[in-house]
C-alpha cells in the first residue's frame, strides 16, 4: 500500500436527509453489491445521519482488523448494544477489552469446550422428544423457535449447568424483548433517551431488570457454594487477571455472562436456521449429508471422535455460513488519522466490512451465488483468504466463541439430520430481517419426517 497519493474515496451520500437508511434497512446487500460494482473496493454513502465508509478489498479488511487495528475501535452501531451488554467483552475496548480477553480466552479453548460437548449431546436429545412427537402428529415445526430454544438451552447450560430450567424459562421472553428493542433503536433516526416513559423503553426495563435479577441472583449464590459446577460461570469467578491477580466484581460478571449468552445463542440459533433453509433447497447435498451421518454415527449419541470424522457435516456449515453469515458484517470507528492504499480515514470516521458483500465477492469465488460446500473441502480450504472469509470475524476482536459454536452445530445438524428430513412447507425466497444476527425475514414452517 502506498501511502504517497492521496486519493479520494467515492462517495454516494443519497437522500439529503436519511442518505440510504430505507434501502440500507430493506434490502442493504443489494445496495452494498451495486455500490461496490459502480464505486469500487471502498466507498462512501450515508445512513440517516451517518456516513459510512465500506471496505471490500482483504488487504483493506486486514489493516483495520488486525495490522492497526488498535487505531479502531466499535463504532456507532453497537451503541444500543454498549447499553444493554455494558463492558462486556463485545462491546468493552481498549486495555480493559485486553484484559478481559486474556483472562476469559482459555475458557474457550478447544480442549475446555470438548467438555462441554456432552451437554450439547443432552440437549439435542431433548429437543428429540419434542419433534419425535411433530413428526408421528405430522405437525410443522416452527424451525426459529425450536433452534432458539436448543442453542439458549446450550448455553444457558454450559454458563451455569444446573441452575437453567429457571432461567430459560424466565429469559426468553425478556431477552427477545430486549433484542427487539436495540434493533428497533438501531435502525431509526431519532432514539429517544432511554429515561423517556415510552412504552417501547418501560417494556425494555422491565425485560432488562428482570435479566439482571436472574442473573446477579445466580452469581451470588453461586459465590456460596462450598462445591461450585464445572461450567463457564465457576470459571468465569475463579479467574483472575495475571498482573492485578484479582478477579472480576458482580458487575463485571454480569456483563459478561450477558454478553456470552446474548451473542452465543441467536448467532448459532440462526446458523442453523439457514442450514436447515439451505438443506431443504438443496436435496442432493441433504442427501449426501444423510449418507455422512448415517454411516459415521451409530446410535443417538454422537461421540467427539465421530465428530471429527464429520468433514462432510462441517462443509456443509461451512458453506451455510459463507452463503448467509450470521453476522452479516463489522463496524469500526478511526480513532486517529488513518491511511489505507492512498485513502484517508479521518479520525471519527465509520468504517464497515459487509461479512455478507466478501462472502458473495465474485472475484473471490467462484460461482459465489451456488451452494456448494465442495469449496471447502479440506484439499481446498487452503485457497481460501481469511479476510474473504470470516463468519466469525478476523483479528485480535475475532468471535471468541468459534471453536465453541462451529462443535455445537456440527453435533446438532448431525444428530438431528440422523433422525430427521425437515421440508420447506412452501418454496419460499431467501429474504432477511438483519438485526444483530441475519435473520429470516418472515417465519416459516418445516414439514418435519422421521428416517429412522
Ligand atoms: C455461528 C455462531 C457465531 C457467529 C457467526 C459469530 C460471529 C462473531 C463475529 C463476526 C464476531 C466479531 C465481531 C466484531 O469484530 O465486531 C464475534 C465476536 C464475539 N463472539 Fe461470536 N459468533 C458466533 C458464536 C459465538 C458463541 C457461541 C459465543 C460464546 C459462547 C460467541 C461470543 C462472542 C464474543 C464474546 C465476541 C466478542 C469478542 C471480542 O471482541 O473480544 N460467539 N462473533
Not at 474457550?108 to 419433534?131: D, G, N, P, R, Y
Not at 438451552?153 to 430459560?168: G, K, M, P, R, Y
Not at 460461482?367 to 487452503?382: I, K, L, Q, V
Not at 438485526?435 to 419426517?449: A, Q, S, V, W
Request: aromatic letters at 10%; one cysteine or more.
Amino acid at each position: 500500500m502506498s501511502p504517497l497519493t492521496i486519493k479520494q474515496i467515492p462517495f454516494d451520500r443519497g437522500h439529503p436527509i436519511t442518505g440510504h437508511l430505507k434501502e440500507f434497512i430493506n434490502d442493504r446487500f443489494t445496495m452494498q453489491m451495486r455500490m461496490m460494482k459502480k464505486m469500487g473496493p471502498i466507498y462512501s454513502f450515508n445512513v440517516g445521519k451517518y456516513k459510512v465508509t465500506y471496505l471490500s478489498k482483504p488487504e483493506y479488511i486486514r489493516h483495520i482488523l488486525q495490522e492497526n487495528y488498535k487505531n479502531y475501535k466499535k463504532n456507532v452501531f453497537y451503541d444500543e448494544l454498549k447499553i444493554i451488554l455494558g463492558q462486556g467483552l463485545v462491546t468493552s475496548e481498549g486495555e480493559f477489552w485486553r484484559k478481559q480477553r486474556k483472562m476469559i480466552q482459555p475458557a474457550f479453548h478447544h480442549k475446555q469446550i470438548e467438555h462441554f460437548s456432552q451437554l450439547m449431546v443432552l440437549a439435542t436429545k431433548k429437543m428429540m422428544t419434542k419433534w419425535d412427537e411433530s413428526a408421528s402428529q405430522k405437525t410443522p415445526i416452527n424451525i426459529d423457535e425450536d433452534m432458539k430454544s436448543l442453542t439458549m438451552e446450550i448455553v444457558a447450560q454450559c454458563l451455569f449447568s444446573h441452575d437453567t430450567a429457571a432461567f430459560a424459562k424466565a429469559a426468553t421472553n425478556s431477552v427477545n424483548v430486549v433484542l427487539d428493542w436495540s434493533k428497533s433503536r438501531m435502525e431509526s433516526l431519532v432514539k429517544s433517551p432511554q429515561w423517556l416513559p415510552t412504552q417501547s423503553n418501560r417494556e425494555y426495563n422491565k425485560a432488562f431488570n428482570a435479566l439482571k435479577n436472574i442473573v446477579m441472583g445466580i452469581i451470588q449464590e453461586r459465590r456460596e457454594m462450598l462445591n461450585r459446577p464445572d461450567d463457564l460461570l465457576t470459571t468465569m469467578i475463579e479467574m483472575t487477571d495475571e498482573d492485578s491477580n484479582e478477579g472480576m466484581n458482580d458487575h463485571q460478571l454480569f456483563d459478561e455472562i450477558l454478553t456470552l449468552f446474548m451473542a452465543g445463542h441467536e448467532t448459532t440459533a440462526h446458523t442453523l436456521v439457514w442450514t436447515w433453509f439451505l438443506l431443504s433447497k438443496n436435496p442432493h447435498v441433504r442427501n449426501k449429508l444423510s449418507d455422512e451421518v448415517d454411516f459415521i454415527i451409530s446410535n443417538a449419541d454422537v461421540s467427539l471422535a465421530q465428530i471429527g470424522q464429520l468433514s462432510y457435516t462441517k462443509m456443509v456449515l461451512q458453506e451455510s455460513m459463507r452463503y448467509i453469515p450470521a453476522v452479516w458484517g463489522i463496524g469500526r470507528e478511526a480513532l486517529t488519522d488513518d491511511m489505507i492504499d492512498g485513502f484517508t480515514i479521518p479520525k471519527g470516521a465509520t468504517v464497515g466490512v459487509s461479512i455478507y458483500q466478501m462472502h458473495h465477492h465474485p472475484e473471490y469465488w467462484e460461482n459465489p451465488e451456488g451452494f456448494e460446500p465442495e469449496r471447502f473441502n479440506p484439499n481446498n480450504e487452503s485457497k481460501i483468504n481469511k479476510w474473504v472469509y470470516m463468519p466469525f470475524g478476523g483479528g485480535p476482536r475475532a468471535c471468541v466463541g468459534n471453536a465453541f459454536a462451529m462443535m455445537e452445530s456440527q453435533i446438532i445438524l448431525a444428530m438431528l439430520s440422523k433422525r430427521y428430513t425437515l421440508n420447506l412447507r412452501a418454496d419460499i425466497p431467501i429474504e432477511f430481517d438483519p438485526g444483530i444476527t441475519l435473520r429470516p425475514k418472515y417465519e416459516f414452517f418445516m414439514d418435519i419426517k422421521k428416517r429412522i
